[in-house]
């Protein structure tokens, strides 16, 4: 992601116009995989490389020449998704460098055309579709290789010192829109349709970029609309600039429950593109407190792997999928299909809870006495989910207002006790 982005002012209100069924899927599943592909990848350096490294067609154009990705496993991506524990996908079919995963009747900037020469959106969809995977497609609103799309503040030539200018948009506009429904209508039922976005408000070092797009450029009502007349069941993002069914927090974590219907974007090094350098891995734990603390806000987590230039998965993200892996064979129930509780979690904990099961996530330990306010005279009993060491939980005193708990010397992670509790009225 480019220096100086600011997480997205999610301003634009969701508005729930997919059916009722599909979001409560959506919330069931809680847990997806973001995953950034693209000829960047060859750069081994971030998506956003064309434009940060001023790169011009002729400079980028090797990647595309040398485009064979001859380690390509969809099925080693799905499995490493499943055993995550992720419950559905989202791919970038297009990023904003315009090079196409599909064979695509509109261009010939395409995986069709590079030395590997085969479509990539099919199988990666039927690997994580057979594994009963949600599949999601991310597509660029932005487009910089495109002939038409106008060069604004945000556009490579621009920052090679080009002057922003229009060009014709509107033959950019029917190219977006034949792309979408070539994308709904190849691979049957889509899940998610993840636009990425508009920026006609935005404003960088308090200055705005020039040529900002918004949902005007991308005529965002009518392809929203083709959108769920092509898949009924979809559910679209928030960012065409108008009111989509999620909103899409990004590399943040909001620090109360957002009203709508939402989903984290996180990556796990801070790059959405491979960038073999990066060494800064967030550590397994840190990763499942975003994951428990999304949930715990009644939120999804869409956690991304940026795949190589070869089209494998770095180890380093195989390892960090196979830490969250184990927590959640441990611990999924208290994910799958959970949501905030109506009890208030003490300092450094949070609570997920489902139906009658409160789950306990405690952040920072050891606990020399864990008070769980409120839920005196409210638990039947606590069973243990960890493979710790024995912890004996007091069931809290129905004349104390506090439940207190003695922990034993704990291995460090994140703590879930299950205390089942009559559901607080609400
Ligand atoms: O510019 C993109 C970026 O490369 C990445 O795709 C993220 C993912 O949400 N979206 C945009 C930045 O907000």
Redesign the pocket.
């Given at each position: 992601?480019?220096h100086g982005?600011s997480?997205?002012d999610r301003t634009t209100p969701a508005i729930h116009r997919t059916s009722p069924a599909r979001l409560a899927e959506f919330r069931e599943q809680r847990f997806g995989l973001?995953i950034?592909w693209g000829l960047y990848a060859l750069a081994a350096r971030?998506?956003?490389v064309k434009q940060r490294e001023r790169l011009t067609d002729e400079q980028y154009q090797p990647y595309f020449d040398h485009f064979d990705p001859d380690l390509f496993d969809p099925d080693a991506w799905a499995e490493a998704a499943a055993g995550a524990g992720m419950r559905y996908m989202v791919l970038?079919t297009k990023?904003?460098d315009g090079f196409c995963l599909w064979d695509s009747a509109y261009t010939d900037y395409s995986v069709a055309n590079t030395p590997y020469g085969k479509d990539l959106v099919g199988p990666i969809v039927e690997a994580f579709r057979s594994r009963g995977l949600g599949v999601g497609f991310?597509h660029?609103l932005?487009d910089w290789h495109h002939a038409h799309f106008p060069i604004d503040g945000l556009h490579p030539a621009y920052a090679e010192g080009a002057t922003p200018v229009d060009r014709n948009i509107e033959i950019y506009q029917s190219y977006l829109h034949n792309q979408v429904e070539e994308l709904l209508t190849r691979y049957g039922r889509i899940d998610t349709m993840?636009f990425?976005?508009s920026y006609s408000k935005r404003v960088r070092d308090g200055k705005r970029t020039p040529g900002g797009k918004g949902a005007a450029d991308w005529r965002s009502e009518e392809l929203a609309a083709m959108v769920r007349r092509l898949q009924p069941d979809i559910l679209i993002n928030d960012?065409l600039e108008i009111p989509g069914d999620f909103t899409?927090p990004?590399?943040f974590q909001p620090p109360a429950p957002p009203a709508e219907v939402w989903e984290a974007?996180q990556?796990l090094n801070g790059s959405?593109?491979y960038d073999r350098d990066n060494l800064d891995y967030k550590p397994v734990d840190l990763l499942v407190r975003m994951l428990v603390d999304t949930v715990a806000k009644n939120g999804n987590l869409l956690l991304?792997v940026g795949p190589n230039g070869r089209g494998a998965f770095d180890p380093r993200a195989l390892e960090s999928l196979r830490g969250i892996g184990e927590w959640m064979r441990l611990h999924g129930r208290s994910i799958y299909g959970a949501g905030p509780s109506a009890y208030e979690a003490p300092a450094d904990c949070r609570y997920t809870q489902r139906g009658d099961r409160l789950y306990v996530h405690l952040f920072a330990w050891p606990y020399k006495h864990l008070h769980l306010p409120g839920l005196a005279g409210k638990v039947r009993y606590a069973q243990l989910l960890n493979d710790a060491s024995e912890i004996r939980v007091l069931v809290p005193d129905p004349a104390v207002d506090s439940g207190h708990t003695k922990l034993g010397a704990l291995p460090p992670g994140t703590l879930t006790l299950q205390l089942p509790v009559q559901r607080p009225d609400v």
């Open positions: 992601m480019p982005l997480p997205h973001f950034h971030h998506e956003w970038t990023h904003h991310y660029s932005i993840w990425d976005f960012r899409t990004e590399q974007c990556t959405w593109g991304n």
